[in-house]
C-alpha cells in the first residue's frame, strides 16, 4: 500500500548542497512549505479586496444613492459625486463572488494547506512534481492579476453575477460590463482552471505514491482524506467550467450561438438561433456545486484535525468520516440541477434532484454529529483553532438547515433569487470555509513561520467575527423571506421593501464592524512573522507527522530518513501512556492493540 522513498538519493544530495538565491526560495520555489505561503499570502490580499468590495455595495444597500466620500475615493468615475453608479453595483457583486469563491476559499485555503500538509503528513520530501506545483501557483497568480485588471477597464469590470449567465456575458453590446472587463473575467477562469488541474493531480499522485512506510490509507489524517477527495472532485468537475468557458468566449467572439437564441435588441433581431442559456447553467452548476465541497471538505479536514488535537480524544468514527467525504463527493456531483428549480425544468427531474440534495444531508449530519461527539466530554482546549473549529460546525449547521428548503423544488420556488439564498450559502459555504481556513491558519503558522500567532488577538479576532457574521447573514433569512430580491441596486423603488430598509442598515453594521475587525487578524498574521513568541517543536502536541519535522525548514523536509509510521493520527489520551498523545512515528508497545476506527 505504501511506499518507502529512498532518502540518500543523489537527488536529494543535490538539494541540499545546491546554494539558493533570493528568487529560487521566495519567488520561483518548489519547496511545497514556500508555495503553500505564496498561496496563503496571495490568497490573502484577494480576500482584501473581496471583502471591500462586499462593504461597499452593503453601504450602497443600507443608504441607497447617498453621497459617500469612500465611494468617490474608490470607484472614481463610477460614482459622481459619491453616488455609486447602477452598473458598479452588479459590477462589485459579480467580481466580490468571482474573488471569494474561486480565489480565497478555492485556492487561498485548499492551495495553502493542501501544499503544506500533504507532503509532511503522509511523510514525503516534497510534491510528487515540484515543477509542476510551482507551475500551479504561478497560473492562479496569473489568474489573481488578470481578474485584478478587469476592474480597470474602461467600460467596468464584468457584471453579470458571479454566476456569469447569457446572454448579459455572451453579448459584449448588452451593458459596459459585457464587453472587455468580460473577456477578461473569461481569461482569467481559464487560466485559473488550469491551475486548479495541475495542483489537483499532483495531489493525487502524492497521496497515492509517496506514503511513508507504514502509512496506510487507514491511517491517512482525515485532513489529508479531505485534500485528496477534493482533489479528485475538481478533476471531475472543473474541465466542464473550462468547457463552459471558452463555448462562451465562442459565442463572443465568432458568431457561435451555443448559448443565444431569438435575441432581439431595441427591436432589431440578431442573428443568432439554436442555442441555449440553459445549457450553459448546467454547465457551469455541473461545476457550482460540487465547488461547494471543493471549498467545503478541506475546511471540514481541517476541523476534524484541529478538534481532536484540542479535545485530547481520538476522532469519534474514523471510518464514518472517511465515508461521508466520499459519500458527500459522489453525491455532490449529481445534485447541480436544484440550482435551476424555475428554469423550466421538467417537474419529474425537478423530483429527482430534491431526493439527491436531500440524501446529501445523511453524510453531512454524520461529520456534525461526529465533530459534536468528539468534543462530548473532551479536556477542551480552547485556542484560537479550536474556537473557529467549533464555529464552523455551528454555521454548517445552522447554514445546511436552511439548504433542506431551498433543495426541494417546490419550497424553493418562494425564495429563489432572494437574499434567503444569499444567507444560504454564505453560512453554510463562505463563513464555514472562512472558519476553517482561520482555524488552519491559527493551528498551523508555528509550522509554516516558526513563530505563533497572539493568542489574546486570536480571541478577539474569533468573537467579533462570529457575532458579526451571524449579525450579517441572520437577518437576511427573514427579508429574504419577505421577498427581497438579491442583487438589487437600490429597493427604494419598491414600497413593498420598506418595512426591510431597517434590517439592512443593521446587516450593513454588523458587516462594517466584522469587516474592519478582519484587520486585527492582519496585524496579528504579519506582525507575528517576524516578532512573534519563537515557536517549541510540537505547540498543540498533536500527533500527526508534521510536528516531527524540524523548526527550520530544509528542503526535505527531514533530516535523515523519513519517520515510519506505526499507528493511526488520532492515540489521545490512551491508556498504558504517560503523555496524553502518541505521535504516529512512535512504535507499538509489546501487548498494546492499534485502536480499531
Given at each position: 500500500?505504501?511506499?518507502?522513498?529512498?532518502?540518500?538519493?543523489?537527488?536529494?544530495?543535490e538539494h541540499h548542497h545546491h546554494k539558493e538565491t533570493?528568487?529560487?526560495?521566495?519567488?520561483?520555489?518548489?519547496?511545497?512549505?514556500?508555495?503553500?505561503?505564496?498561496?496563503?499570502?496571495?490568497?490573502?490580499?484577494?480576500?482584501?479586496?473581496?471583502?471591500?468590495?462586499?462593504?461597499?455595495?452593503?453601504?450602497?444597500?443600507?443608504?441607497?444613492?447617498?453621497?459617500?466620500?469612500?465611494?468617490?475615493?474608490?470607484?472614481?468615475?463610477?460614482?459622481?459625486?459619491?453616488?455609486?453608479?447602477?452598473?458598479?453595483?452588479?459590477?462589485?457583486?459579480?467580481?466580490?463572488?468571482?474573488?471569494?469563491?474561486?480565489?480565497?476559499?478555492?485556492?487561498?485555503?485548499?492551495?495553502?494547506?493542501?501544499?503544506?500538509?500533504?507532503?509532511?503528513?503522509?511523510?514525503?520530501?516534497?510534491?510528487?512534481?515540484?515543477?509542476?506545483?510551482?507551475?500551479?501557483?504561478?497560473?492562479?497568480?496569473?489568474?489573481?492579476?488578470?481578474?485584478?485588471?478587469?476592474?480597470?477597464?474602461?467600460?467596468?469590470?464584468?457584471?453579470?453575477?458571479?454566476?456569469?449567465?447569457?446572454?448579459?456575458?455572451?453579448?459584449?453590446?448588452?451593458?459596459?460590463?459585457?464587453?472587455?472587463?468580460?473577456?477578461?473575467?473569461?481569461?482569467?477562469?481559464?487560466?485559473?482552471?488550469?491551475?486548479?488541474?495541475?495542483?489537483?493531480?499532483?495531489?493525487?499522485?502524492?497521496?497515492?505514491?509517496?506514503?511513508?512506510?507504514?502509512?496506510?490509507?487507514?491511517?491517512?489524517?482525515?485532513?489529508?482524506?479531505?485534500?485528496?477527495?477534493?482533489?479528485?472532485?475538481?478533476?471531475?468537475?472543473?474541465?466542464?467550467?473550462?468547457?463552459?468557458?471558452?463555448?462562451?468566449?465562442?459565442?463572443?467572439?465568432?458568431?457561435?450561438?451555443?448559448?443565444?437564441?431569438?435575441?432581439?435588441?431595441?427591436?432589431?433581431?440578431?442573428?443568432?438561433?439554436?442555442?441555449?442559456?440553459?445549457?450553459?447553467?448546467?454547465?457551469?452548476?455541473?461545476?457550482?456545486?460540487?465547488?461547494?465541497?471543493?471549498v467545503l471538505l478541506p475546511a471540514l479536514g481541517i476541523?476534524?484535525?484541529?478538534?481532536?488535537?484540542?479535545?485530547?480524544?481520538?476522532?469519534?468514527?474514523?471510518?464514518?468520516?472517511?465515508?461521508?467525504?466520499?459519500?458527500?463527493?459522489?453525491?455532490?456531483?449529481?445534485?447541480?440541477?436544484h440550482h435551476m428549480f424555475i428554469s423550466g425544468m421538467?417537474?419529474?427531474?425537478?423530483?429527482?434532484?430534491?431526493?439527491?440534495?436531500?440524501?446529501?444531508?445523511?453524510?453531512?449530519?454524520?461529520?456534525?454529529?461526529?465533530?459534536?461527539?468528539?468534543?462530548?466530554?473532551?479536556?477542551?482546549?480552547?485556542?484560537?483553532?479550536?474556537?473557529?473549529?467549533?464555529?464552523?460546525?455551528?454555521?454548517?449547521?445552522?447554514?445546511?438547515?436552511?439548504?433542506?428548503?431551498?433543495?426541494?423544488?417546490?419550497?424553493?420556488?418562494?425564495?429563489?433569487?432572494?437574499?434567503?439564498?444569499?444567507?444560504?450559502?454564505?453560512?453554510?459555504?463562505?463563513?464555514?470555509?472562512?472558519?476553517?481556513?482561520?482555524?488552519?491558519?491559527?493551528?498551523?503558522?508555528?509550522?509554516?513561520?516558526?513563530?505563533?500567532?497572539?493568542?489574546?488577538?486570536?480571541?478577539?479576532?474569533?468573537?467579533?467575527?462570529?457575532?458579526?457574521?451571524?449579525?450579517?447573514?441572520?437577518?437576511?433569512?427573514?427579508?429574504?423571506?419577505?421577498?427581497?430580491?438579491?442583487?438589487?441596486?437600490?429597493?427604494?423603488?419598491?414600497?413593498?421593501?420598506?418595512?426591510?430598509?431597517?434590517?439592512?442598515?443593521?446587516?450593513?453594521?454588523?458587516?462594517?464592524?466584522?469587516?474592519?475587525?478582519?484587520?486585527?487578524?492582519?496585524?496579528?498574521?504579519?506582525?507575528?512573522?517576524?516578532?512573534?513568541?519563537?515557536?517549541?517543536?510540537?505547540?498543540?502536541?498533536?500527533?500527526?507527522?508534521?510536528?516531527?519535522?524540524?523548526?527550520?525548514?530544509?528542503?526535505?523536509?527531514?533530516?535523515?530518513?523519513?519517520?515510519?509510521?506505526?499507528?493511526?493520527?488520532?492515540?489521545?489520551?490512551?491508556?498504558?501512556?504517560?503523555?496524553?498523545?502518541?505521535?504516529?512515528?512512535?512504535?507499538?508497545?509489546?501487548?498494546?492493540?492499534?485502536?480499531?476506527?
Amino acid at each position: 500500500m505504501a511506499a518507502h522513498v529512498d532518502t540518500h538519493d543523489a537527488h536529494e544530495e543535490e538539494h541540499h548542497h545546491h546554494k539558493e538565491t533570493f528568487v529560487t526560495k521566495y519567488i520561483f520555489s518548489q519547496d511545497h512549505k514556500m508555495i503553500a505561503k505564496q498561496y496563503l499570502i496571495t490568497g490573502t490580499i484577494m480576500g482584501v479586496i473581496g471583502v471591500v468590495m462586499s462593504l461597499m455595495f452593503r453601504m450602497q444597500i443600507a443608504w441607497p444613492e447617498k453621497p459617500n466620500v469612500i465611494f468617490e475615493a474608490l470607484l472614481g468615475k463610477w460614482a459622481p459625486e459619491g453616488v455609486m453608479d447602477a452598473d458598479i453595483y452588479l459590477a462589485l457583486v459579480t467580481i466580490h463572488g468571482t474573488i471569494m469563491v474561486f480565489f480565497v476559499l478555492t485556492a487561498g485555503l485548499s492551495g495553502t494547506f493542501s501544499n503544506l500538509l500533504i507532503p509532511l503528513q503522509i511523510g514525503a520530501r516534497d510534491m510528487a512534481s515540484g515543477f509542476l506545483n510551482m507551475v500551479s501557483y504561478w497560473l492562479f497568480f496569473l489568474s489573481s492579476v488578470f481578474m485584478v485588471l478587469s476592474l480597470f477597464v474602461e467600460a467596468g469590470p464584468a457584471a453579470a453575477g458571479w454566476t456569469i449567465y447569457p446572454p448579459l456575458s455572451a453579448l459584449p453590446l448588452a451593458q459596459g460590463g459585457s464587453g472587455a472587463g468580460m473577456t477578461l473575467w473569461l481569461v482569467s477562469m481559464a487560466i485559473f482552471i488550469a491551475s486548479s488541474l495541475l495542483g489537483s493531480l499532483n495531489y493525487i499522485v502524492t497521496v497515492i505514491n509517496l506514503r511513508t512506510k507504514g502509512m496506510s490509507m487507514t491511517r491517512l489524517p482525515l485532513t489529508i482524506w479531505a485534500f485528496f477527495i477534493t482533489a479528485v472532485i475538481g478533476v471531475i468537475s472543473f474541465p466542464v467550467l473550462l468547457s463552459a468557458a471558452l463555448l462562451l468566449i465562442m459565442d463572443r467572439s465568432f458568431g457561435t450561438s451555443f448559448f443565444l437564441s431569438d435575441i432581439f435588441i431595441q427591436g432589431e433581431v440578431l442573428h443568432y438561433q439554436g442555442g441555449s442559456p440553459v445549457l450553459f447553467e448546467h454547465l457551469f452548476w455541473f461545476l457550482g456545486h460540487p465547488e461547494v465541497y471543493i471549498v467545503l471538505l478541506p475546511a471540514l479536514g481541517i476541523t476534524s484535525e484541529i478538534i481532536a488535537t484540542n479535545s485530547r480524544k481520538p476522532i469519534f468514527g474514523y471510518r464514518a468520516m472517511v465515508a461521508s467525504i466520499l459519500a458527500i463527493a459522489f453525491l455532490s456531483t449529481i445534485v447541480w440541477g436544484h440550482h435551476m428549480f424555475i428554469s423550466g425544468m421538467n417537474p419529474f427531474l425537478g423530483s429527482v434532484f430534491t431526493f439527491t440534495t436531500l440524501l446529501i444531508a445523511i453524510p453531512s449530519a454524520v461529520k456534525a454529529f461526529n465533530y459534536i461527539t468528539t468534543l462530548w466530554k473532551g479536556n477542551l482546549q480552547m485556542n484560537p483553532a479550536m474556537l473557529f473549529s467549533i464555529g464552523l460546525v455551528s454555521t454548517f449547521i445552522t447554514g445546511g438547515l436552511t439548504g433542506i428548503i431551498l433543495g426541494d423544488s417546490a419550497l424553493d420556488i418562494n425564495v429563489h433569487d432572494t437574499y434567503f439564498v444569499v444567507a444560504h450559502f454564505h453560512l453554510v459555504m463562505g463563513i464555514s470555509a472562512l472558519y476553517g481556513m482561520f482555524a488552519g491558519i491559527y493551528h498551523w503558522f508555528p509550522k509554516m513561520f516558526g513563530r505563533m500567532l497572539n493568542k489574546n488577538l486570536g480571541y478577539l479576532h474569533f468573537w467579533v467575527t462570529a457575532i458579526c457574521a451571524y449579525g450579517v447573514f441572520f437577518p437576511m433569512h427573514f427579508i429574504g423571506m419577505a421577498g427581497l430580491p438579491r442583487r438589487y441596486y437600490t429597493n427604494s423603488n419598491f414600497p413593498l421593501f420598506d418595512d426591510t430598509a431597517n434590517a439592512n442598515v443593521v446587516i450593513t453594521i454588523f458587516a462594517l464592524v466584522g469587516g474592519a475587525f478582519q484587520l486585527v487578524f492582519l496585524y496579528n498574521f504579519v506582525h507575528s512573522i517576524f516578532y512573534g513568541k519563537k515557536t517549541v517543536q510540537n505547540p498543540w502536541r498533536s500527533n500527526t507527522l508534521e510536528w516531527t519535522a524540524p523548526i527550520k525548514h530544509i528542503h526535505g523536509n527531514w533530516e535523515g530518513e523519513i519517520p515510519h509510521v506505526h499507528r493511526w493520527a488520532y492515540d489521545y489520551s490512551k491508556p498504558g501512556h504517560d503523555e496524553d498523545f502518541v505521535p504516529q512515528n512512535i512504535p507499538l508497545k509489546e501487548g498494546e492493540e492499534e485502536l480499531q476506527h
